[in-house]
């Protein structure tokens, strides 16, 4: 029995491929999500009723401390994207690059086909047709994901524009995006999430984890996207968008580019410590980015959420997000295997608070020994909440042709080497340096954390083709910019020997942005080094800051030793492209290599 959640003239491509879903997944009910409030409360209740895995869906969480706020744990397998069980499935699989992992997409399919068969008996299968972007933008998308998990549902309800408007646009229009989605029996051994860019399509099994089954976040805007960027002449990027507004009452537009787990939340919220100046928000983790109609490069934030790490958020560290957690208006927030302190229901997780609570469920459900050396809620615990309760959200967030950038800033996570931070000479420099921009991993992918990989412009895990032509592409749309923006590159994670962190981070991060805008509006002079354009230590605004002496000196300078391992690994890591990288990039790593050698 189908139950139409509104929409009465079901437009055919879509009603077909629900006709396939049904006849391959097998569910007991299928229901087409409207996007209406009472479908929210409808889906929480039914939420807090079910139980999956041997848990309770949804709880419900201090009503007066965190309005319209639910809890879930997930299974411990199931807790960060899986990079090694994504593959994208092109016909051809130098396509894909050794950045990807591939597979035939016959045999892809086939294997997927194989895990989905039935798989929704006795469940009810969640028809979410949904938009990536504004309404009627030219640069928007559609959607329509299946999904089994009512938590799924409702965090494509927080993360995208879901409902009838979505479907009125698909009507009839054979172009959009499909994701088959299957929490299956969460076994990590039947979990793939399959891409196929040339079908517009995705297969994802057996994990209800964000990134791997919210279909339209990285599979669709990113990986998916991507490829159609590079088809369209645009770029799909892991980025967020700040307005910088100064106290002349300017504003100006920044991306900015980390690795997973790597501070894009944090500075997409940022309030900076200095009277006078503001940051709005766009958003905090995908940007899509166009060359407008006068020749600059345009953003918009298809997402309308944010599904953020919850620990190390704080009053302290990011006020903004704390409001936005609290100031609930419309859509339910989620909160996923952080702690509970169960003395007022609420969700915890280190670093919201200096004292630890005494009475505490951990992220797997047992009582939190405060003694234990583990974290009581998990390290990429997260939340899901909606842009539209943030307080800093800019005004331009609706306009469908997005922001003109002004400033582009990549940074990742480094105890050593890289400087707070430097600034491309020109665009190509700018790609270059994106291009070698390394992190240390992060607990957002399974796998082992702290160790140093190349993840060029935060994309290693999302760029949906190969990453060579992506570089390429990245220095073409360069070459079609009238207005080129800066490039920035930035580290907030610098540590001393005794393993502190040796730059505050966080709201102090404003001091480098208030340096950013001097040197776009051309205030300030910059320091030509080996590496690129280094600030003038007293050009960065320290008023207030409680630095040891010689601290901002050291994270200014660069040490050629350093350096010179870390020109290894970048040949170490150019070498995996066989020789096909832009003979751009292989000239600025030889500049780069000649200039040290000159010192
Ligand atoms: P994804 O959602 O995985 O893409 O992550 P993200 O890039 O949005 O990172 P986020 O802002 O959520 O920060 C990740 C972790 O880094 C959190 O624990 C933050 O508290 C911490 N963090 C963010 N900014 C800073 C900073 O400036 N300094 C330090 N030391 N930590 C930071
Ligand atoms: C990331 O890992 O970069 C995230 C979380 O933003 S996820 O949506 O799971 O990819
Ligand atoms: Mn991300």
Excluded at 434 to 440: C, W
Aim: net charge positive.
């Amino acid at each position: 029995m189908m139950k139409n959640g509104g929409i009465e003239n079901m437009c055919n491509q879509m009603e077909s491929f629900i006709n396939e879903m049904q006849e391959l997944l097998k569910p007991d009910k299928t229901y087409i999500m409207n996007g209406s409030q009472h479908e929210a409360e409808n889906l929480v209740d039914i939420g807090m009723k079910s139980q999956f895995d041997d848990r309770l869906v949804l709880r419900e969480l201090n009503t007066t401390k965190f309005p319209n706020s639910y809890y879930h744990r997930s299974n411990s397998n199931d807790v960060a994207r899986t990079e090694h069980l994504t593959f994208v499935c092109t016909q051809d699989k130098n396509f894909a690059g050794c950045n990807n992992n591939w597979m035939n997409p016959v045999i892809a399919t086939e294997k997927m086909i194989n895990l989905f068969k039935g798989s929704m008996k006795g469940r009810t299968m969640y028809v979410i047709p949904f938009i990536m972007g504004v309404p009627g933008s030219q640069y928007s998308k559609t959607g329509v994901q299946v999904t089994d998990s009512i938590y799924v549902a409702l965090s494509m309800r927080i993360m995208s524009r879901v409902g009838n408007e979505a479907t009125t646009i698909i009507k009839n229009s054979a172009c959009f995006f499909r994701g088959i989605h299957s929490v299956g029996d969460v076994n990590p051994n039947r979990r793939f999430i399959m891409h196929f860019p040339e079908k517009n399509l995705v297969m994802s099994f057996g994990s209800g984890y964000g990134g791997n089954a919210l279909l339209g976040k990285k599979c669709y805007s990113l990986r998916i996207g991507s490829y159609m960027g590079l088809k369209e002449n645009w770029l799909a990027e892991h980025m967020i968008i700040i307005g910088v507004q100064s106290p002349d009452g300017n504003i100006v537009y920044f991306l900015g580019a980390f690795p997973s787990a790597c501070g894009k939340t944090n500075l997409a919220l940022l309030e900076p410590i200095f009277k006078g100046y503001k940051i709005f928000t766009l958003g905090d983790d995908i940007a899509w980015l166009h060359i407008g109609a006068d020749g600059k490069l345009y953003a918009i934030n298809p997402e309308t959420g944010f599904f953020g790490v919850a620990p190390g958020t704080s009053f302290k560290t990011n006020p903004i997000m704390m409001r936005t957690l609290t100031n609930n208006k419309f859509f339910p927030t989620l909160f996923t295997n952080t702690a509970i302190n169960n003395t007022d229901n609420t969700p915890w997780w280190e670093g919201l608070s200096d004292i630890i609570p005494s009475n505490m469920t951990n992220w797997q459900g047992y009582n939190y020994d405060l003694h234990s050396c583990e974290p009581a809620a998990h390290p990429n615990s997260r939340f899901t909440v909606s842009i539209y309760n943030c307080p800093t959200l800019s005004q331009e967030y609706y306009n469908p042709n997005g922001v003109p950038i002004s400033g582009i800033i990549f940074g990742g996570r480094r105890s050593d080497t890289i400087p707070l931070v430097y600034e491309a000479t020109n665009w190509s420099n700018g790609v270059f340096l994106a291009s070698i921009l390394g992190s240390e991993t992060t607990a957002a992918a399974s796998g082992k954390v702290g160790c140093v990989r190349r993840d060029p412009m935060a994309m290693l895990p999302f760029c949906g083709y190969n990453m060579v032509n992506y570089f390429q592409h990245w220095l073409n749309i360069g070459k079609q910019l009238k207005n080129i923006p800066k490039i920035f590159m930035v580290n907030w994670f610098r540590k001393d020997e005794q393993g502190n962190f040796m730059w505050p981070g966080f709201r102090d991060n404003s001091r480098i942005l208030k340096w950013m805008l001097d040197r776009i509006n051309g205030k300030v002079d910059a320091i030509e080094t080996e590496i690129g354009l280094l600030p003038i230590p007293n050009n960065i605004d320290t008023d207030g800051l409680n630095l040891k002496p010689g601290i901002l000196h050291e994270l200014l300078s660069i040490n050629k030793e350093a350096w010179l391992k870390e020109i290894l690994m970048i040949d170490e890591f150019y070498k995996t492209f066989n020789n096909k990288l832009p003979n751009e990039l292989k000239l600025n790593l030889q500049t780069l290599k000649r200039k040290f050698q000159e010192k």
